[in-house]
């Protein structure tokens, strides 16, 4: 079996269980669409939070420490 042979088996076999997962794949509903979307938000200003802290405590207070 060639190089050619194993690739196009390869992806055959890769496409065959997208195919799979797409078929067992459903549209949320609103409600779970809306938790997920309140997890998300959430998640972002969570993030976004810390790093602001991080960013003050480096533009800030290390300068101040050090006689900036």
Known sequence: MSDEEG?????KEMLSMW???LKLSRK?????FKLLLK???L?????GSI????HILVT??????RGG
Do not use: C, M
């Open 7 to 11: 690739l196009s088996g390869k992806l």
């Open 19 to 21: 195919r799979r997962i």
């Open 28 to 32: 949320p509903d609103r409600d779970e």
């Open 39 to 41: 997890l998300n938000l």
């Open 43 to 47: 998640g972002f200003t969570l993030v």
């Open 51 to 54: 790093a602001y802290v991080i």
């Open 60 to 65: 800030v207070v290390f300068p101040a420490i």
